[in-house]
């Protein structure tokens, strides 16, 4: 045959950037396929890529390539017709243009690229399957928003095109290997000559591009905006996406001048059950699974069951992306996608319907799930299915309860949020579910006792676990009066289970004991199983922390067996560590080692961190013990694990292990430095050395106190107290024995803590890099407290300054937390980041901090770690803040501790980093500083009381009661000072107002100290 005889190739006068590998994989396809199409959701780029296969295909194919264009063909009766004129198929009488067409092309090789046939998708299918048996050289490719459905077609889905990951900023040569970006810039250039990518507008232009989901339209047409907005503008202006995306090239067909015209396009081809789910799809957040949707999307008219058919039809349109793991298929909409879904459901006066629907199918889907993790579930795997699919769902579990809490849907709210803290606990989601649970539980309107109690133990017990003593016991007792109201005596149990538990971390181990019993008798009397062998086993953890191992192996036994038996894996992980820990202390090593080798292998198993922790814990004394290398990597890592869950109990007597190293290798002063830092840390949070570690921890005082003499001991000492724990446990937590820190060498008298060391050596680099000890400009400022400033003497550093947002959370990071590795680093600012792309991350960020604060001397980096250089001319007022309560807990007489007190109650201008978006590190530190600073105004006011000065104490504690309005303890200091100053009728006036805010918040009446109080001053009459 001839030729085909088409016009040739289409020519674009803007070339084609990047899609190398596509271009190659099409190519791959083509030759395994005859029938190929390339699919994809419109502005993804189909075309531009079938014409880049085409023209490198063309030696392939010698009878020619016909290109048909058939966004123009309303008429799928005409589409044969189109295909043989524009192929240039002579007329043949008695044959029809399929026909025509196949004698035309015979048995030449030859390639047919059919562009945009969604909309004639059955006629194009006919015609391709016609040519394709008839000739049988013949090749077709075809560009669509979904596939033909013709026996033998190979679907290629068109990706988007390669983006940063994420959080990550690459530098600018780096930014040259993603395709994204180098179209932004190339289109950009097109309307903005003089616009390069750089250093100052990475960040936007990466900002741009992932929130245009690497789409090649939507791209385009957000770089022709850069005639009138800066890069930095148009990402700010994204939240109006479809206002952005809009006028492209006048001769480009209308569909592709606005991204709206494009998804407007792919909509009107829907059928009305389509439309219907397609837009109901939009309030899932993080993707979602079949039996979600056919709870939520399923409108008024379809069954749930013909979701699946729904699901599929969306999925071959390009609209609903598809993701297959080892848990099933989950499907998500592309970002802009979701936004003209969500628009669409606007329209249609569905969005109250659909998020009560999606509120309703997480509701339920806790209420299925959160039992089965409560009590263990049905096997070890089928605890990791259940872990994992809440984690999966968290971003749907949070939308949903903000949706609950928008619509003052308390009972909702805490249907959702309630049953959660278990999973938290297990997969150490301490922060984030507790603040969950805490909304719920003040969110306004009646809601269930029962509810309500199982949100107030649920946050209480991750109060515990975060150490956060005062307000675990004060949610553990509401929720314990709850309970005893309502008769629940697996409630009671559960209650008094974890109230014991604090008792323990506080070493208050009779009383402890007490309430384990308790639970214990409670939980047998009502037949509980699971609930009395938690308890055997609580019980047996409160006495081996007293050496009282007999009894403590017994009840740890019994736990054992009857955990073994319900299949509970974290019940069985804490009676093997607890049986390990015995084993250790009574010198049964072997036996030891097996027990915690199986409680880390099944805690690592299920992703139960403090399991994990604790396991490394015991096996690095283990091998200190035995003087084994690996005893500083097992130690080092335990202690990352408690400071990232913020357990600082347990941090406490990591510390003091990691002193028993320091000492044995011969660093002295780092263990005194050590010992002293657990001991302020303790004092802290209102704790004591348990007595089955007061020998480890003597011993340990003891030779550091020989090897170094007094007056050395004492200014170590003195380092350990005065140095915040983070920094201390962000140079150990990654401690490894073959980084060559630690190694033995001899006693570090002169040089003072490896800590010390560490800052120094970044002191004198940063001042080697950067000059002056004193920054450009001025003294730095930094304010963290109340809203987040920087300023370089009087010149304010602005958003202009950073560049975007991470560059300025980077330095308050670093400023507030201390060295820290790479790895610390990305855990805080880029949690989801690959570790690939971490590094390109940090760099850009460190880039930003540094160019903001006028000299690269600010930030160092040393043996491994990242710091803010503190021996530079600053001023931080957290800093200012954490000196001043040191000091005041030095202070001797306790009256000595006031002006210091005063001074960082002065310092505190508000929460941390208030209003600035930062991760989930910044919150952990926010709630650390505002629990100090609420035990700084109880001590203010009580020195104030023990020295008769009512009126300052009444405006601590006012104070005080005005920054927690739920800290009772506040609330009867400031009744008794009223009651001094003789205004008991003001006082009596205050507890009724308490008891109203209690019983609005969190359902339950004042304690029974305050009542007493009260009566006490006449209230009762």
């Not at 097109?190 to 591009?209: D, H, I, K, Y």
């Not at 013909?306 to 297959?324: G, N, P, T, Y």
């Not at 509120?359 to 806790?366: D, E, P, S, T, W």
Request: net charge negative; glycine share 10%; hydrophobic share 45%.
């Amino acid at each position: 045959m001839a030729s085909l005889g088409t016009k040739g190739l289409p020519v674009r006068l803007a070339p084609l950037v990047g899609r190398e590998h596509e271009v190659r994989d099409v190519l791959s396809a083509l030759g395994r396929s005859r029938l190929l199409t390339l699919t994809g959701p419109g502005g993804t780029g189909k075309t531009r890529l079938a014409l880049a296969a085409a023209a490198a295909a063309e030696t392939s194919f010698a009878a020619g390539i016909g290109w048909i264009e058939l966004t123009s063909v309303g008429d799928p009766g005409v589409v044969a017709q189109e295909v043989a004129r524009r192929l240039g198929v002579p007329d043949s009488p008695g044959l029809d243009a399929a026909a025509a067409t196949a004698e035309h092309v015979g048995d030449s090789p030859a390639l047919i690229v059919l562009d945009n046939c969604e909309h004639v998708a059955g006629a194009v299918a006919e015609l391709a399957e016609k040519l394709l048996t008839t000739c049988g050289a013949l090749s077709i490719m075809a560009t669509s928003r979904e596939v033909l459905g013709v026996e033998g077609e190979r679907n290629w889905p068109v990706p988007p095109l390669s983006l940063p990951e994420a959080g990550v900023v690459p530098t600018v040569p780096g930014l040259a290997e993603f395709d994204a970006v180098r179209l932004f810039e190339q289109r950009a250039q097109l309307t903005a000559p003089s616009f390069r990518l750089s250093e100052g507008n990475a960040a936007a232009v990466v900002q741009v591009c992932q929130r245009l989901d690497g789409l090649p339209l939507a791209i385009e047409l957000a770089a022709a905006r850069m005639r009138i907005l800066s890069v930095g503008q148009l990402a700010e202006r994204l939240d109006d996406v479809f206002g952005v995306l809009a006028g492209g090239n006048r001769m480009a067909p209308l569909r592709h001048q606005a991204m709206r015209a494009t998804l407007d396009w792919s909509h009107d081809l829907l059928d009305a059950d389509e439309r219907a789910v397609f837009r109901r799809l939009a309030v899932f957040a993080g993707g979602f699974t079949l039996a979600a949707a056919e709870q939520v999307a399923a409108a008024p008219g379809l069954e749930p069951g013909q979701m699946l058919e729904l699901l599929a039809r969306l999925a071959d349109k390009s609209l609903v992306r598809v993701e297959h793991s080892g848990a099933g298929a989950r499907y998500q909409l592309l970002h802009i996608v979701r936004e003209y879904a969500r628009e669409r459901l606007a329209a249609a006066g569905e969005e109250e319907q659909a998020r009560q629907a999606h509120l309703a199918c997480f509701a339920r889907l806790v209420e299925g799930v959160a039992p089965q993790i409560e009590r263990g579930a049905d096997g070890l795997a089928e605890l990791e299915h259940e872990l994992d699919v809440l984690d999966a769902e968290r971003p749907n579990l949070q939308g949903a309860i903000q949706f609950a809490r928008s619509r003052h849907d308390a009972v909702a709210a805490l249907r959702i949020a309630g049953p959660l803290g278990r999973y938290a606990y297990l997969r150490g989601h301490y922060h984030e579910v507790r603040q969950w649970l805490d909304t719920a539980v003040s969110a306004t309107g009646e809601t269930p006792a029962g509810l309500r109690a199982a949100a107030l133990l649920g946050s209480g017990r991750l109060a515990h676990l975060q150490c956060d003593y005062v307000p675990a016991v004060r949610r553990l007792e509401a929720a314990l009066r709850l309970f005893r109201d309502l008769e629940d005596s697996s409630g009671i149990a559960g209650a008094l289970q974890v109230l014991g538990s604090v008792a323990r971390e506080q070493g208050r181990y009779a009383q402890s004991l007490e309430l384990h019993a308790e639970s214990l008798a409670t939980a047998e009397a009502a037949g509980d199983r699971w609930a009395a062998a938690s308890a055997h086993n609580y019980l047996g953890f409160a006495l081996w922390l007293q050496c009282e191992w007999e009894r403590a192996a017994e009840e740890c036994t019994t736990a054992l067996t009857g955990l073994r038996e319900l299949g509970d894996a974290e019940g069985i992980v804490w009676s093997l560590i607890s049986l390990g820990v015995i084993a250790r202390y009574r010198g049964e090593d072997a036996r030891a080692a097996d027990l915690l080798a199986e409680s880390r292998s099944l805690a690592e198993r299920i992703g139960f961190r403090e399991g994990i922790g604790w396991s490394l814990e015991q096996l690095g004394l283990l091998a200190l013990g035995r003087e084994e290398q690996t005893a500083a990597g097992l130690l080092s890592r335990s202690l990352a694990i408690h400071h990232e869950l913020h357990d600082r109990w347990r941090a406490c007597s990591v510390l003091e292990d990691l002193a028993a190293l320091a000492l044995a290798d011969g660093r002295a002063a780092e263990a005194t430095a050590l010992l002293a830092t657990a001991e302020a840390l303790r004092t802290d949070i209102g704790t004591i050395i348990a007595p089955c570690e007061r020998g480890l921890h003597d011993n340990t005082l003891a030779g550091a106190h020989a090897a170094l003499g007094a007056d050395e001991f004492a200014a170590a000492w003195e380092r350990g107290l005065t140095q915040p724990a983070d920094d201390v446990i962000a140079d150990l937590a990654e401690l490894r024995r073959d980084e060559g820190v630690g190694q033995a060498g001899g006693a570090d008298h002169a040089g003072g803590t490896v800590a010390g060391q560490t800052r120094r050596a970044r002191a004198r680099a940063g001042d080697a890099a950067g000059g002056s000890a004193v920054a450009a400009g001025g003294t730095l400022r930094i304010r963290g407290l109340g809203a987040a400033t920087v300023h370089r003497g009087e010149v304010a550093v602005t958003a202009a300054d950073w560049g975007y947002s991470k560059p300025r959370e980077l330095l308050f990071l670093l400023v507030t937390s201390g060295p820290l590795t790479k790895e610390q680093v990305g855990v805080a600012l880029w949690p989801d980041l690959a570790t690939d792309r971490l590094a390109n991350a940090l760099h850009s960020a460190l880039r930003g901090v540094r160019r903001a604060l006028g000299d690269p001397g600010w930030v160092t980096y040393t043996d491994g770690r990242y710091a803010f250089n503190a021996e530079r001319e600053h001023d931080y007022d957290v800093r200012t803040f954490e000196q001043s309560l040191a000091a005041a807990r030095r202070a001797r007489p306790a009256a000595a501790a006031l002006p210091d007190l005063q001074r960082a109650v002065a310092a505190y201008g508000g929460d941390f980093l208030a209003g600035m978006a930062a991760g989930e590190w910044a919150e952990v530190r926010r709630d650390e500083l505002a629990r100090s600073f609420e035990s700084a105004l109880l001590a203010v006011g009580r020195l104030h009381v023990a020295a008769g000065k009512f009126q300052p104490a009444v405006a601590a504690f006012r104070r005080a009661v005005a920054h927690e309005p739920l800290n009772e303890v506040a609330h009867r200091e400031l009744m008794m000072s009223w009651a001094r100053l003789g205004e008991t009728a003001r006082a009596v006036r205050h507890y009724q107002e308490l008891a109203e805010l209690l019983r609005d918040r969190v359902g339950v009446p004042p304690a029974a100290e305050t009542t007493a109080l009260y009566r006490q001053l006449g209230g009762d009459q």
